[in-house]
Every structure is written in C-alpha cells, then in structure tokens.
Nanobody, 130 residues
C-alpha cells in the first residue's frame, strides 16, 4: 500500500477556502484513482471526492459538489482538494487514499459506499467556524 501524507488543513471561517494536498511519503508512481475522505467528530469516515488516473474524471459526494474541486498532477503523484465556501459541517479530519483503480469510480461502484481500506495516513484537520 502507498503511504500518503496529507497537508493544508487549518482553521477558517465559514465561507472561506482551503486547499489540501496529498503526496506519497516516498517516491511512488501512482497509476490508480486518488480519493479524499473525511471523518467528523463522532461520525464515520465518509467519501468526499475522487479523481481517476487515466483522464482525471472527477466524482463528488453530493454535499460538496459545486464547492470542492479535486485535481491531481500525475507527474508529481499528488492530489489536491480545493475547498471553497466552507461550512461548519465540513469540519473533519481529511484523508487521502489511492487503493482503488479507476474502474471503481468510472463503473460507479463507489456509489455503494463500500470501502475496504486497511490503512490510513494521519490526515489533516479542517475546522470551519461559524
């Protein structure tokens, strides 16, 4: 499994923006989809967004669509999450993941919300104040 490191979290007021980054801790070529998840206090971890390796197709959970933008730079094996118009309910620890192939998203399997991820990074905390 690829070890990934997330960064870019912080404290922001509602309506503000943050940009998260995620990259491997050691040099690794990632030819798989990359995704962001988040876990709010007292809640289960949930899928946020994903981007495929082959053509950078993007997928979002409904609550962030139109506000968040996922992007990647394949040459750097890095994925970003631009978060605009942040809301207090976006407060969570954000994690990235690269366990799933493009087909998991292009084939809409991600809609079943069935994830089998054994290892997570430390994540990055995003706190949105009202």
């Amino acid at each position: 499994q690829v070890q990934l490191e997330e960064s870019g979290g912080g404290l922001v007021q509602a309506g503000g923006s943050l940009r998260l980054s995620c990259a491997p801790s050691e040099y690794t070529v990632i030819r798989r989809a990359m995704a962001w998840f988040r876990q709010a206090p007292g809640r289960e971890r949930e899928f946020v967004a994903a981007i495929t390796w082959s053509d950078s197709s993007t997928y979002y959970t409904e609550s962030v669509a139109g506000r968040f933008t996922i992007s990647r730079v394949n040459a750097e094996n890095t994925v970003y999450l631009q978060m605009n118009n942040l809301k207090p309910e976006d407060t969570a620890v954000y994690y990235c993941n690269a366990d799933y192939p493009d087909e998991y998203f292009t084939g809409s399997y991600y809609r079943y919300n069935s994830w089998n991820i054994e290892s997570w990074g430390k994540g990055t905390l995003v706190t949105v104040s009202s």
